[in-house]
């Protein structure tokens, strides 16, 4: 009796590989025809309403920064060989950099070169939003080749006022009681960092579309990070009311385990949900307290909003070599670390969407489970059969003070199996959903 | 200036075994002449009022079940010899049968003979109070020398309208505060799973009569399991709210150590109390979480009723091999452990006894205890003296938030030294009683 | 931006050490001409008023007792030697002793004799100030050595109606929110159990006095043990709303490790800045839980006071052997220990005037730094600077709820770093201070 199903891992995984690769080459930043061209794939996926904001705009503490656009962009040596381009690879130029044409001896162009001189063979990945500036990147190994001598640096970008856009998938559950699912948008080609979260958001979206009698409506935001979530928030502002849990959704295709940076609430429902998700799925795991650093948790957290968001990823930002670097290509992701993230997701929301608290309407002693046919009659041979215990469980501590999860933990029993008990005494009138549902 | 003496354990140890012994025989279930040949035993050691409560009374969402009573049982061969033989052990029936007399095919028969293959030498105990069945029970031994032929049974019981009964004894303290301990008395020939807490309940109401003292009123109740706790609930309502502690008396006589298992609220009076006491016996013992389920805590835990009910046993329900079967007979319950058991109970009812909370009437710096002549005046060696520190912790918690035991646990002090300094302080007007006392 | 600065240890040290030198050899009491003269010394070094109250007054459950003065005192022997010589220790007379002059054989004089057999070359410090009473005390070698035969006993002292004196040093803040040091004075020649404390005070005021922008305004108490705190209590009931920190200064000069004794609150701020500071300060130190026994903490945490006091030391008192005996002298107490007491004090003051809460005036997602100038632009690189961190995490929690100590511990980043973080975002108007301040 899930509210969502686990998925098919193998097709799945597939599918979100060959999403991955299809994104992999756009030059994505904040603003500009690389989030166009990405939000308009997704939208081939699944339904996804795109909203825009004008650059200008005062959002909170910031203002919508200007579209950036990008065409080319080279250094050339004295023989007019590109020996740094865009066209190889879009981390090649700072995200965001202005319009350059210059011509420049090595020395005066060597403050604008980035590289990872613990990582030689990496171009770096580094970006100038806030700050009117220019810059490439390159390896190691690249900048030792460069040679003594002129160049000629061409940066052909604009940056103009346009629109900030984000796309929105919204999957309506019986209640407006809404979850968030937040992914960001804004890196060009990264395939753990960016593509990933978009690939299982995308697929997530399938399986809740499909799933019926969910409680949670759900809201997919696929955005810019950090201005991004800024814009949401302060375009929905009344909305946040709704708003009962929230993930972000990064790093999601890696080897590595699953990591669960708390919410700043620290025992909020979608912090013992998934910690529990996590410990009973069995595998090794990581739960991090909560900073005020890394992904766009940190807006939904700030104090003034401080919604219960936390962050559910493999490998946290900067904790993989691949960070942020050329590294982080398709090569990094696969499709069954996808699929593994995929279903423990699905199994997150799942959890949240049964996990309730219960009044117990017998309250008075314990009701006659036998003569309603949920009780073994023959006394003293069925003590140790889990499924009358997890009903005696749910009857107990259905309070109004306990949810199911709780009581799942208390009793050391499988969720799902407490999940069930619950069920199946509402189908008895015994138990009545407690507070607001 | 203890409220409870301890007991003299060997004399008493002999008692309660005596009337093991005596009570033993007689074959018990939840209604019918076992409980009232039972009650007419226990009246003639402490003063009991039996209450009564007629066949089809509705008790919450149960029915009060019909007497049961037997007179013979049995199961012949072809020759007419009891191969099963009720007069040789009353757990040859499953309790509560209803009568049958007919001639079966073994094949037809062994579907109504209950074993425990894993003790091929025991009876197990088996009932079926609340769905109209019959059967057997015999070692899996007896069950495999059956031959293949026909076989004579009978069963002659009664089921009737007629009356559930309990027992109860009632010792009054000075206030109208009450601790309940609750005994059943609803099984057959087992020792330790009913005999045990019986004994040690009628030897403790020996202990209570003779204190001076006591604060609180006990009431004992003698009940048949599950049914006669539901049924005393119903029946006293307006008497719950009087209701300060709980405790359900099994399993006393084995020789396992003592176990203890929380009440519901986890962190009640009496779960503190009953902590600290087996704690500083410094013998070994386990404490347990409340589950939903075992004795009578289970009624009285209801989120309904929820009243602060710890169970207090030597090993619990099922982790004896011996549990339900015959195995659990005169030879499994020791005078020792009924006598150590006993001296526990002693040692709790005195600790809540004297356990309360005071106020310091003399609370800005400390009181000048040497003009009180409660101090030894000369400054400088007396610094270790448990005694005057005992005072000095006592004077400083009495602020109406910390009880006696909580002040014994945060000075490490014995529960007694602390209580005897609060008499003292008590009768230097030092202090007074705290809160409703 | 530290508001006490961290003192010039060796000068300190050596200053202490003198000023303890020349404390040393007068004969203190809880009442007269020595209270007296160490008032006079330690004023002649920072601005003390001296406050006093007349014998007999009521102070809340005591009596200020009368005026002890002593002039000289001896056990002559047969000879006319001196065997026990007021003059040569002013230990040698129980503390308060009334007037005496009698010839007694030696067994009538051996009650009146104290000694510490467990150090037989050490002499013990006894007194007598609430029962009258007279006695010598003596080294356990020096009773051996005493033959048989009369002794000539002279104690020429005086009791008679005086005043009960103490010193006040305060040093005004730019709030009347009050911490209250408070160190003893009526210990006769012991060097670390009562001077230490002295000489630290004094020069902890300096430091303050030289201090700016400090917020919390210092009461210095130089008092009696436990009479004069109760004196000092019973004549400030109305200050005592002011008071919002604690500590008892005491045993500062001995080459043990600092120990920290915890208020009655358990969590005060007080508790949480001393176990910040000593464990920032990476040495091996000890925290204790509180206990109405030891020094002046005992009145100030009497229920009806219950002040958040601490009692910050070196080796508590009855833990070092020397304690309570001439053992306790110059030798014992050592420069560079007193240094360190000192210079721990005064990171505890600082962390005191320091830690604060504050509010967020941008907590709508966070404030954009980078156009405020605080945070490097080029995203990507700057991951782990760790001022960075202390910004964000201080606008985070932020919230009116944690103080800045509490951020400290939550990031694991140094207190001074948060703290010089908060500095930072008061001056670009993004906090204000929360609560009362």
Redesign the interface.
């Given at each position: 009796m899930s509210a969502v199903s686990a998925p098919d891992k193998e097709p799945a995984g597939a599918r979100m590989y060959a999403l991955i690769e299809r994104l992999y080459p756009i030059c994505r930043s904040i603003t500009g025809p690389g989030v166009v061209e990405t939000l308009e794939i997704i939208r081939q996926e699944i339904p996804v309403k795109i909203h825009r904001i004008a650059s200008g705009t005062e959002i909170?503490?910031?203002t919508v920064p200007q579209e950036w656009s990008i065409r080319d962009a080279y250094v050339k040596d004295e023989k007019g060989n590109r020996v740094i381009d865009f066209k190889a690879s879009n981390l090649h130029v700072?995200n965001y950099s202005r319009p350059i044409r210059a011509t420049l001896p090595l020395a005066a162009l060597k403050p604008r070169l980035?590289t990872d001189p613990a990582h030689p063979a990496w171009i770096?990945?580094?970006?100038?939003?806030?700050?009117e500036?220019w810059g490439f990147c390159l390896s190691q190994n690249a900048l030792e080749a460069m040679s003594e001598g002129s160049y000629e640096v061409l940066i052909d970008s604009t940056l103009s006022d346009g629109e900030l856009l984000w796309g929105e998938c919204f999957i309506p559950g019986t209640t407006t009681d809404e979850i968030i699912i937040s992914t960001h948008i804004c890196h060009p080609s990264l395939a753990n960092d960016n593509l990933s979260g978009i690939a299982v958001c995308v697929e997530l979206a399938k399986l809740l579309m499909a799933a019926k009698r969910r409680r949670y409506s759900v809201r997919m935001l696929f955005i810019p990070g950090?201005i991004g979530?800024?814009a949401w928030?302060?375009m929905n502002r009344e909305r946040l009311s709704r708003i009962r849990h929230g993930l972000v959704a990064v790093n999601l295709g890696d080897p590595g385990m699953m990591h669960y940076k708390k919410s700043?609430h620290e025992t909020a429902e979608i912090d013992r949900v998934v910690e529990h998700v996590l410990k009973a799925a069995g595998q090794a795991h990581s739960i991090m307290?909560f900073?005020?650093?890394g992904y766009d948790e940190?807006?939904f957290?700030?104090?003034?909003?401080?919604l219960p968001f936390g962050c559910l990823s493999r490998t946290p930002?900067?904790r993989f070599a691949e960070y942020?670097t050329s590294a982080d290509n398709l090569d990094f992701v696969k499709p069954e670390a996808l699929a593994h993230s995929l279903e423990t997701y699905a199994c997150v929301l799942d959890t949240l969407d049964r996990n309730r608290a219960f009044l117990?309407l017998?309250?008075?002693?314990?009701?006659?489970l036998?003569?309603r046919g949920l009780y073994d009659?023959?006394?003293?041979?069925s003590?140790?059969k889990t499924r009358q215990?997890a009903l005696?469980?749910v009857?107990?501590?259905?309070?109004g003070k306990h949810d199911l999860l709780d009581i799942a933990v208390?009793?050391g029993l499988a969720f799902d199996l407490i999940a069930d008990a619950a069920d199946l005494l509402l189908g008895q009138d015994l138990l009545a959903p407690a507070q607001r549902d």
């Amino acid at each position: 009796m899930s509210a969502v199903s686990a998925p098919d891992k193998e097709p799945a995984g597939a599918r979100m590989y060959a999403l991955i690769e299809r994104l992999y080459p756009i030059c994505r930043s904040i603003t500009g025809p690389g989030v166009v061209e990405t939000l308009e794939i997704i939208r081939q996926e699944i339904p996804v309403k795109i909203h825009r904001i004008a650059s200008g705009t005062e959002i909170f503490d910031w203002t919508v920064p200007q579209e950036w656009s990008i065409r080319d962009a080279y250094v050339k040596d004295e023989k007019g060989n590109r020996v740094i381009d865009f066209k190889a690879s879009n981390l090649h130029v700072v995200n965001y950099s202005r319009p350059i044409r210059a011509t420049l001896p090595l020395a005066a162009l060597k403050p604008r070169l980035h590289t990872d001189p613990a990582h030689p063979a990496w171009i770096p990945y580094r970006t100038s939003y806030y700050k009117e500036d220019w810059g490439f990147c390159l390896s190691q190994n690249a900048l030792e080749a460069m040679s003594e001598g002129s160049y000629e640096v061409l940066i052909d970008s604009t940056l103009s006022d346009g629109e900030l856009l984000w796309g929105e998938c919204f999957i309506p559950g019986t209640t407006t009681d809404e979850i968030i699912i937040s992914t960001h948008i804004c890196h060009p080609s990264l395939a753990n960092d960016n593509l990933s979260g978009i690939a299982v958001c995308v697929e997530l979206a399938k399986l809740l579309m499909a799933a019926k009698r969910r409680r949670y409506s759900v809201r997919m935001l696929f955005i810019p990070g950090t201005i991004g979530s800024i814009a949401w928030l302060s375009m929905n502002r009344e909305r946040l009311s709704r708003i009962r849990h929230g993930l972000v959704a990064v790093n999601l295709g890696d080897p590595g385990m699953m990591h669960y940076k708390k919410s700043r609430h620290e025992t909020a429902e979608i912090d013992r949900v998934v910690e529990h998700v996590l410990k009973a799925a069995g595998q090794a795991h990581s739960i991090m307290a909560f900073s005020p650093y890394g992904y766009d948790e940190r807006q939904f957290s700030s104090p003034g909003i401080n919604l219960p968001f936390g962050c559910l990823s493999r490998t946290p930002y900067g904790r993989f070599a691949e960070y942020h670097t050329s590294a982080d290509n398709l090569d990094f992701v696969k499709p069954e670390a996808l699929a593994h993230s995929l279903e423990t997701y699905a199994c997150v929301l799942d959890t949240l969407d049964r996990n309730r608290a219960f009044l117990n309407l017998s309250p008075m002693c314990e009701p006659q489970l036998g003569k309603r046919g949920l009780y073994d009659a023959v006394g003293g041979k069925s003590d140790t059969k889990t499924r009358q215990l997890a009903l005696l469980w749910v009857l107990n501590y259905s309070d109004g003070k306990h949810d199911l999860l709780d009581i799942a933990v208390k009793s050391g029993l499988a969720f799902d199996l407490i999940a069930d008990a619950a069920d199946l005494l509402l189908g008895q009138d015994l138990l009545a959903p407690a507070q607001r549902d």
